[in-house]
């Protein structure tokens, strides 16, 4: 008994000691070179809850990171989020050196047990870059001109109700292009589906919908948890679909027929259960992105009566020169879309304050005075989007700005919305593709923005009170 009065503090007085040291280290990280300013707040939390507080989305700037480059006076700080150790940085030089470095796409554990932990778009380079060719051979401009401008014209017409001449209707932007856009990827990369198949999917999917940035905590309850059970009722439903069409080779979509034939070439690097993780990662990313964007490029037309008078012309236009009236779009109307281009890199511009350069190196990168260290999280925000020196007025939503420039670049140090460098979004075109055809039909009704609607900058944009448009006119002949 006595001997467990003299050692009990002793445990304790160790345990104490190894908790401090911990702390100590988590506080004051260290690596070869010299670190960007910053803190790494509490342990395990960070700074993750003041980094995810949602703010107005014409303040463009987070309070946030307005706090941390007031403070250090840098455009490069470290700081821990969602559990890891991060670098952020708003130098658009330093983004598009690190877009370019050897290193590997980075993102937070929460995001690779969404994706999988051997999801081919966080693989090694070869790896990625071979996936990458595949999804562009499906989403690429050429596939679009020749095999999915129909497919999205139609689906996009049906939710304005074209052909049943309605004269009032309403909907939900977000929830509209969200259910477009799922509705042509089940049609165009899985081809046919029973529908008991179809309903069961899209139970999957609307557990995605939700904070994709989470701690990494994967136990009931959790956000991670419910991810990790949903994608793998998901990927297990879509395993099965993809045997079935294997072998009776029936009822094909166009990215499936594109990955049966890589699958039977000699050497083939695809097998199974990569095609299933390559569509589920599709489906994921593309109901999430671009249907944020689409609602929040209508709710900038809204605020902008100007804007919204010119998009009329422009489409009326485009309708008025038709022989035949109720044809489908086609792809040189789409290229001849002058000022529809011109509000698309605006909004790509405008709405694009979160990271968009995300690495994790694989070995130190000095960049200046200071160091990246392997293994850390890097975000790259391209703030210069809001600069004065680059933009004039840029807080204001002015398409005009882009006349006589280069509709169609994605791409430089000073306007990077889709990121850069090998992981530059292979999705770009089919997203401002799927832009321009909303806006197209939207343009020729005479429509009202719900005055509640309201949009959020967090990681990715938020519609609190939804994004609801009402049609109050029939388009014109």
């Known amino acids: 008994m006595l001997d467990f009065y003299w050692t009990f503090p002793v445990i304790v007085s160790l345990i104490v000691v190894k908790l401090c040291h911990w702390i100590y280290r988590w506080k004051n990280p260290t690596c070869k070179g010299n670190l960007p300013p910053g803190t790494m707040g509490f342990p395990i939390i960070g700074e993750t809850f003041e980094f995810m507080t949602p703010y107005d989305f014409h303040l463009v700037i987070s309070p946030f990171l307005k706090k941390k480059i007031s403070r250090y006076g840098s455009k490069m700080f470290s700081t821990s989020l969602f559990g890891a150790k991060v670098i952020i940085s708003i130098d658009p030089e330093v983004n598009m050196e690190m877009a370019k470095a050897n290193s590997q796409l980075g993102a937070t554990e929460s995001l690779r047990r969404l994706f999988g932990e051997n999801s081919d778009f966080l693989q090694r380079k070869d790896i990625h870059k071979y996936v990458r060719n595949l999804t562009s051979r499906f989403v690429g401009p050429e596939n679009l001109k020749n095999r999915l ?5 139609c689906l996009t017409r049906n939710y304005f109700e074209i052909e049943k ?6 909907f939900d932007v977000k929830e509209a292009a969200t259910q477009m856009v799922v509705d042509l990827i ?3 990369v899985i081809g046919g589906m029973e529908s008991e198949a179809v309903k069961e999917l899209g139970l999957c999917w609307t557990a995605f919908r939700t904070n994709w940035f989470n701690f990494s905590y994967n136990f009931p309850g959790t956000t991670v948890y419910r991810f990790v059970m949903a994608r793998k009722r998901a990927a297990k439903l879509l395993k099965g679909l993809i045997q079935k069409k294997k072998e009776s080779k029936q009822g094909l979509g166009d990215f499936l027929d594109i990955l049966f034939d890589e699958m039977e070439k000699d050497g083939a690097v695809l097998d199974i259960d990569r095609a299933v993780n390559l569509i589920f990662t599709f489906f994921i990313l593309s109901q999430e992105t671009t249907p944020g964007i689409v609602a929040a490029t209508v709710k900038l037309v809204a605020d902008n009566p100007d804007v919204m008078e010119e998009l009329k012309r422009e489409h009326e236009a485009v309708v008025q020169n038709r022989v035949d009236k109720e044809a489908g779009i086609t792809w040189e109307e789409y290229k001849s879309m002058t000022f ?5 890199k605006e909004s790509l511009r405008f709405t694009s304050a979160q990271p968009t350069v995300h690495r994790i ?3 130190d ?3 200046g005075d200071y160091t990246v260290p392997a293994g850390w999280l890097f975000f790259g925000i391209p703030l210069v989007h809001f600069d004065e020196k680059k933009y004039d007025d840029p807080l204001k939503f002015n398409p005009w700005r882009w006349k006589g420039q280069d509709l169609h670049g994605i791409l430089s140090k000073d306007y990077m919305p889709f990121g850069a460098g090998s992981t530059l979004c292979v999705g770009s075109e089919f997203a401002k593709f799927i832009i ?9 009704f005479r429509w009202s923005l ?3 609607t309201r949009v959020l900058r967090r990681y990715m944009l938020m519609f609190p009170t939804g994004c609801k448009v009402e049609i109050t006119k029939e388009p014109s002949d």
């Open 365 to 367: 990168v000095q960049i």
């Open 436 to 444: 321009a055809i909303f806006l197209h039909h939207l343009s020729r």
């Open 450 to 452: 719900d005055p509640k």
């Open 361 to 363: 190196p694989t070995e």
């Open 165 to 170: 001449g309605a004269m009032s209707t309403s």
């Open 149 to 153: 401008i129909q497919d999205i014209d």
């Open 340 to 344: 529809t281009h011109m509000v698309i």
């Open 186 to 188: 089940v049609k165009k």
